[in-house]
T-cell receptor, first 112, second 118 residues
Framework: EAQVTQNPRYLITVTGKKLTVTCSQN?????MSWYRQDPGLGLRQIYY???????DKGDVPEGYKVSRKEKRNFPLILESPSPNQTSLYFC???????????FGDGTRLSIL | KQEVTQIPAALSVPEGENLVLNCSFT??????LQWFRQDPGKGLTSLLL?????REQTSGRLNASLDKSSGRSTLYIAASQPGDSATYLC?????????????????FGQGTILTVHP
C-alpha cells in the first residue's frame, strides 16, 4: 500500500531532550516536506527536500533540523525542544514538487 | 510574502445542497494551486490540483476553478453528502523567483470546516 509513515504518532517529552520524528514513504517520491499545524495559524511548512541531499527552509524552520540521506526517509530533528514546538506535525511527499502531495497521519508532540 | 485566505471559516449545510468554498491569495505569480481535505485526526488528502495555465479541474462531484488575475480559486461541491463533512484547505506553490528561494514552498489557507447534516 502506498503510504507515508510517521513515527511516533504521539509523544510527550520535556524541554531540552533531543527527539527525532521519522518519516518514510514507499512511493519513490522525490519531494518530501514537513509541516506543523497549530490552531489559528493553520498549516505551515518547516522544511522541504526536492531530492536526496537537497533540503531548504520553509516558513518556520527555527529550532528544527532535517536530513535527506535516502530518498525514502526524511526525519525531523528537534535538537533542544521547547514548549512552543508543541504542535501537530505532518510529513508529506510527492513525485515531484508540483504534484499532488501525500500526507502521513500526523505526529502530536507535547513538550513540557 | 504570499498570504492565503479561505472564506468562510465554517459552513453548515443540509444534505443535497450545492456549495462553494473560496480561496484567495495575494501574489498571483503561482505555479499551481491544490485543494485538500482533512478529516479529524487524519492527515490531508489531495483532492484537485490546478496548474496556473489551467482554469479548472473536475473530479466527480468536485470542481475547482482558478482565476489568477483576481487571485482566487473556488471549490464547488455538487449534491453534498454527510460524508463530505471535513476541513477543506487550499495551498499555493509560487513561481520560483530569480533566486529560486521559494521554489517548492507551499503556503496553506487556514481551511473551511464543512458540516453536511442529513
Amino acid at each position: 500500500e502506498a503510504q507515508v509513515t510517521q513515527n511516533p504518532r504521539y509523544l510527550i517529552t520535556v524541554t531540552g531532550k533531543k527527539l527525532t520524528v521519522t518519516c518514510s514513504q514507499n512511493m519513490n517520491h522525490e519531494y518530501m516536506s514537513w509541516y506543523r499545524q497549530d490552531p489559528g495559524l493553520g498549516l505551515r511548512q518547516i522544511y522541504y527536500s526536492m531530492n536526496v541531499e537537497v533540503t531548504d527552509k520553509g516558513d518556520v524552520p527555527e529550532g528544527y533540523k532535517v536530513s535527506r540521506k535516502e530518498k525514502r526517509n526524511f526525519p525531523l530533528i528537534l535538537e533542544s525542544p521547547s514548549p512552543n514546538q508543541t504542535s501537530l506535525y505532518f510529513c508529506a511527499s510527492s513525485l515531484w514538487w508540483d504534484q499532488p502531495q501525500h500526507f502521513g497521519d500526523g505526529t502530536r508532540l507535547s513538550i513540557l | 510574502k504570499q498570504e492565503v485566505t479561505q472564506i468562510p471559516a465554517a459552513l453548515s449545510v443540509p444534505e443535497g445542497e450545492n456549495l462553494v468554498l473560496n480561496c484567495s491569495f495575494t501574489d498571483s505569480a503561482i505555479y499551481n494551486l491544490q485543494w485538500f481535505r482533512q478529516d479529524p485526526g487524519k492527515g490531508l488528502t489531495s483532492l484537485l490540483l490546478i496548474q496556473s495555465s489551467q482554469r479548472e479541474q473536475t473530479s466527480g462531484r468536485l470542481n475547482a476553478s482558478l482565476d489568477k488575475s483576481s487571485g482566487r480559486s473556488t471549490l464547488y461541491i455538487a449534491a453534498s453528502q454527510p460524508g463530505d463533512s471535513a476541513t477543506y484547505l487550499c495551498a499555493v506553490i509560487p513561481l520560483a523567483n530569480a533566486g529560486g528561494t521559494s521554489y517548492g514552498k507551499l503556503t496553506f489557507g487556514q481551511g473551511t470546516i464543512l458540516t453536511v447534516h442529513p
